[in-house]
């Protein structure tokens, strides 16, 4: 079904951290940006829509204005807004912002450090647009608090406006809507290291609208399609919830090992999912309109021998391309539709 393309070598190998693979696909110039993290470093690629020509860039961590920090990145990501696109860093000193290409920092946010040592790191993680009822970007710190920043059409003028403080454990990752539809009620879903999952309203004030209580097992990676809540855990399995009720749809052992990504195609309703049992496995979801019901079903594995993924991502709305990283290897390895 799909079929191994070349890969992308990249300057540096990707650490073995949640949803460590970011794409931002740019159609009208028909390239595919990705993003990958190791250590203190961003590795950047730009790739041709031929896969022949690519364009490399590293972005070394920063503390305000101060380059090349020891401060160990946590993740990237890239944000979609409707009149602008910015590369989120997060990292065990705060947050960066900079512009789609990297180019420039446009907003810095320190995290606060506790004075005397503690046992408990400090670090951000978990990055979402969110874009229903004005313009916003959330991102998650290890005490459990949800930063939402408010985000200008242009300019650096980005301003925390709210912090939500319903999680008690690490944010793993925060999620928005990809359907794209505005029928949906629910905009972001936050998930943590207990498992706990809390469904929110966007807007001037972020309401709760709902928690999925854990049970006892680490969510690592999480998406929201169609009101659906998809949740991968550290045991392998994929649970599909209803994102206002809280009601299991289905539950997939999906992976023999932890989950370390997720994805959706929103156009498809096509599921990736990556683990460290090095497989890459393909789900379909459909609703059904008379039931409201919802079933996901498998239809491709791949897998990526002696790598313990930890990114996988769609290349396209419609699913009919996928990018794997793999902690230590210096590789982006791709894989499109026959």
Request: net charge negative; with cysteine; glycine share 6%.
């Amino acid at each position: 079904m799909y079929r191994r393309e070349k890969s992308i070598q990249i300057k540096s190998s990707a650490s073995a951290l949640y949803n460590n693979l970011s794409v931002l696909p740019i159609a009208e110039k028909c390239l595919t940006y990705f993003t990958v993290v190791h250590c203190n470093v961003v590795n950047m690629v730009s790739a041709s829509g031929d896969g022949l020509n690519f364009s490399h860039r590293q972005l070394q961590s920063k503390e305000g204005s101060i380059a090349a920090s020891s401060s160990l990145i946590i993740q990237a990501s890239w944000c979609v807004l409707p009149s602008r696109v910015l590369l989120v860093l997060t990292s065990q000193k705060g947050i960066q912002m900079y512009e789609s290409d990297g180019s420039i920092m446009v907003y810095w946010h320190a995290l606060d450090i506790p004075e005397t040592p503690s046992a408990e790191a400090v670090f951000a993680r978990g990055i979402a647009a969110a874009t229903t009822l004005g313009h916003y970007i959330c991102v998650g710190t290890s005490s459990g608090s949800v930063l939402v920043f408010k985000i200008p059409d242009k300019g650096a003028n980005i301003v925390l406006s709210e912090v939500l403080e319903e999680h008690r454990d690490p944010i793993t990752d925060i999620t928005t809507e990809t359907s794209r539809s505005k029928e949906y009620i629910a905009d972001i879903v936050s998930a943590d290291d207990s498992g706990l999952l809390c469904i929110w309203k966007a807007g001037e004030d972020f309401k709760l609208l709902n928690k999925i209580p854990a049970y006892g097992c680490s969510c690592s990676s999480i998406k929201l399609w169609s009101g659906i809540v998809i949740a991968g855990y550290g045991s392998g399995q994929i649970r599909l919830y209803d994102a206002l009720s809280g009601v299991v749809h289905a539950e997939v052992n999906a992976h023999a090992r932890w989950i370390y990504a997720l994805d959706i195609a929103p156009d498809s309703g096509k599921l990736l999912s990556g683990a460290e049992d090095s497989l890459v496995r393909i789900w379909k979801l459909s609703k059904s309109p008379e039931s409201h019901s919802v079933e996901i079903e498998h239809q491709h594995t791949e897998c990526v021998t002696d790598v313990q993924i930890c990114g996988a991502k769609f290349c396209d709305p419609e699913g009919s391309a996928f990018a794997v990283t793999g902690y230590d290897l210096c590789e982006i390895i791709r894989y499109t539709l026959v």
